[in-house]
Nanobody, 126 residues
């Protein structure tokens, strides 16, 4: 069981910056792939940034070069640094954790799992 809590959203002017945080409770945080999604009014939820256990990152084309995802396994936290924000970045941002089935500790087989945070609002407006 994993709980995810996002924070750091708010109102910012175009061109400004925000850093979102997602704190995870539970165990074996480092074995989960972590992602940031967002959903704007009237639009589908989209994957913004991903950081699997390998540490390799991937970004949606719309945010590439402006957003940076990172993880601190010692703090059970992931971050999304958002720079050069645009009005079209306005959305609710969600933290997501996913892990496939496998052996992760204690000699017990773990089912595949997926968890979501409650979301944090980001508004970019002048």
């Amino acid at each position: 069981q994993v709980q995810l809590v996002e924070s750091g959203g708010g109102l910012v002017q175009p061109g400004g910056s925000l850093r979102l945080s997602c704190a995870a409770s539970g165990t074996l945080f480092s074995t989960y792939a972590m992602n940031w999604y967002r959903q704007a009014p009237g639009k589908q939820r989209e994957l913004v940034a991903a950081i699997p256990t390998s540490g390799r990152t991937n970004y949606a084309d719309s945010v590439k070069g402006r957003f940076t995802i990172s993880r601190d396994n010692a703090k059970n936290t992931i971050y999304l640094q958002m720079d050069s924000l645009k009005p079209e970045d306005t959305a609710v941002y969600y933290c997501n954790a996913v892990r496939g089935p496998g052996f992760y500790g204690g000699g017990y087989f773990s089912r595949g799992e997926e968890y979501w945070g409650q979301g944090t609002q980001v508004t970019v407006s002048s």
